[in-house]
C-alpha cells in the first residue's frame, strides 16, 4: 500500500512552504472552497476537539446546523473557528492523521494563517489586535522612564482595567506585562568580554534579545549572560533587532513580517559570518526563524542560514552537555520542580531538553506538563477569548497544584504567568535559565 494514503504515520509530517506571495492565497472563493474541505475532514474525526476553542466551535456550528454537516454551516461563520485558532501547531503536530505525506495534505494551523491573512488584507482587525501586536513599539513608549512607573501602576489599579476593558477590548482579570526602563539592552550595554576569559576557538552565542526579553523581563537576559558564561560559551546581545514577527504572523499581517525580516535577517547572517550561534529566550522567536521564516521565504538562502545557526537556549546547552563541557558544578538543589512545556517549544522536536538539563541539578526532580496554557501573546489578554485562555490553561494549573511544587517555570514567560494566575497552590513563575542560574549559585 502506498504509504502516503495510510492513516496516520510514524514518519515525521511534512511542512509544504507558505504560498503567500500568490493571487491565489487571498482569493476568498479559493479560501472558502479549501477550508470547506477541511472542516468536513475535521467533522468525521474529530480528534483535536481537547485542544483548543477552534474544534469545539467548528463541531458546535456544524452540529447545531440544519443538515449537520459542514454544508450546513454559513461560510461567513467560518470566520469564528478561525478567530480561535492561535497557530500553536499542536494539531498538525500531535494529533492529526491526514498532514502530508498523507493524500489529504491537511495543515489546519497554516489553512488558517491564510485566513486569518485573506481577513487582515480586507482591513477586518481591530485597532486594538494591531496595537497589542505591535510589540516592539508598545515596548519603546511603555519603557520611558516615568512612562513605564505610571503604565505599571496602571494596569494594576482596577477601577483603570475597567475603563481598558470597556474602551479598548482588554480584560480587566489579564495578566498585563510590566516594563522596564532599563532594559536588558541598557543592562549589558558596557558589558565587555576580557581577553583570554575564553579559549581559542570557544563557542560563541548571540542573544536575540526580543521584544519581551528587552521591555518586560530585562533580567533574564543577565541570567543567560551568567550560565553561557559560566560554561566557557561567550555570549553578547544581537546589535540590532526589530520583532521577530510571530504577534504579527498570528495576526495575518505577512507584509509586516516581510519588513521585520528585512531588518532581521542580515544583522543574524552577518553574526553567522563572524562564528556566532543563535539562540533567543522565547520559543516562539526561536520558532519564528526556525520555521515560519523559513516556510514563507523557502527561496531565500540568508533566512535559510540563519535557520540552520538558530536553536533553542536549551538545546543549545544539552548539545554542550553532550560534548562533555556542561559544567556541573551545582550549589543548591531545585526540590520538586513543575514544568510546563510550551507548545512553541515542542513543536522544534527537539525533545523535552530543558527538563534534561533541570535534571542534572542534585535533589531536583522535574515533573513536566506537555499541555497548552493558552495563553498565545493576545488570546489571554483580548476580552472575548481571556474566559477560554483560563478553561484551557486550568488544565496545567490542576496537574501543578496537585503536585503542590516548590518552584513552577516554563520557557514562555508569558505562559508561566499565566497559569500562575489560575493556580492555587503558586503565586510565582521562573524561567527555567533563571532556575539554572540559581542552582549553579551565580
Not at 160 to 165: H, I, N
Not at 217 to 235: A, C, K, M, T, Y
Not at 289 to 313: G, I, S
Amino acid at each position: 500500500m502506498d504509504k502516503s494514503k495510510q492513516e496516520g504515520s510514524l514518519g515525521a509530517p511534512t511542512r509544504h512552504s507558505i504560498e503567500w506571495e500568490t493571487d491565489e492565497f487571498y482569493d476568498q472563493s479559493a479560501l472558502d472552497a479549501e477550508l470547506e474541505r477541511v472542516f468536513d475532514v475535521c467533522h468525521g474525526c474529530r480528534r483535536c476537539v481537547n485542544l483548543c476553542e477552534s474544534f469545539p466551535t467548528l463541531f458546535d456550528l456544524i452540529d447545531e446546523s440544519d443538515t449537520l454537516e459542514v454544508d450546513g454551516v454559513a461560510k461567513k461563520d467560518y470566520q469564528k473557528v478561525v478567530d480561535q485558532c492561535y497557530l500553536c501547531d499542536m494539531c498538525f503536530m500531535t494529533k492529526c492523521p491526514y498532514v502530508p505525506p498523507h493524500e489529504w495534505n491537511i495543515d489546519f494551523p497554516h489553512l488558517m494563517l491564510r485566513a486569518k491573512a485573506v481577513n487582515f488584507k480586507k482591513n477586518h482587525t481591530s485597532f486594538r489586535d494591531k496595537t497589542l501586536t505591535n510589540t516592539n513599539t508598545v515596548g519603546k513608549l511603555a519603557s520611558i522612564p516615568v512612562v513605564n512607573v505610571l503604565v505599571n501602576k496602571l494596569n494594576e489599579t482596577k477601577s483603570f482595567r475597567k475603563v481598558l476593558a470597556a474602551g479598548f477590548g482588554v480584560h480587566q482579570d489579564a495578566k498585563l506585562p510590566t516594563y522596564h526602563h532599563k532594559t536588558l539592552r541598557k543592562r549589558l550595554k558596557n558589558h565587555i568580554v576580557s581577553p583570554g576569559v575564553f579559549e581559542f576557538k570557544a563557542k560563541k552565542i548571540a542573544l536575540f534579545a526580543t521584544c519581551y526579553g528587552n521591555y518586560n523581563s530585562p533580567e533574564l537576559g543577565e541570567d543567560f549572560l551568567r550560565v553561557f558564561e559560566h560554561n566557557d560559551i561567550q555570549l553578547k546581545l544581537v546589535p540590532q533587532e526589530t520583532c521577530c514577527g510571530m504577534p504579527k504572523l498570528e495576526l495575518g499581517d505577512l507584509d509586516t513580517v516581510k519588513k521585520f525580516k528585512d531588518t532581521n535577517i542580515p544583522v543574524l547572517s552577518k553574526l553567522i559570518d563572524q562564528g556566532f550561534d543563535l539562540i533567543a529566550p522565547i520559543p516562539s522567536c526561536v520558532l519564528m526563524f526556525k520555521q515560519e521564516l523559513p516556510l514563507m521565504f523557502p527561496n531565500d538562502t540568508e533566512v535559510q542560514k540563519v535557520k540552520a545557526a538558530f536553536y533553542d537556549p536549551f538545546e543549545y546547552l544539552f548539545l554542550h552537555h553532550k560534548e562533555g563541557k556542561l559544567k556541573t558544578d551545582f550549589k543548591q538543589g531545585l526540590g520538586n520542580v513543575s514544568y510546563q512545556v510550551a507548545c512553541h517549544l515542542r513543536v522544534q522536536n527537539i525533545g523535552l531538553k530543558t527538563r534534561d538539563i533541570l535534571s542534572l541539578i542534585p535533589e531536583t526532580q522535574v515533573h513536566a506538563q506537555e499541555r497548552c496554557s493558552g495563553h498565545d501573546g493576545t488570546y489571554a489578554v483580548r476580552k472575548e477569548t481571556h474566559e477560554k485562555s483560563v478553561k484551557i490553561g486550568r488544565a496545567v494549573a490542576r496537574k501543578v497544584d496537585q503536585l503542590n511544587p516548590d518552584v513552577f517555570a516554563s520557557d514562555c514567560p508569558m505562559a508561566a504567568t499565566h497559569i500562575a494566575s489560575i493556580s492555587k497552590s503558586i503565586d510565582k513563575a521562573e524561567h527555567p535559565m533563571t532556575l539554572l542560574r540559581m542552582a549553579y549559585g551565580l
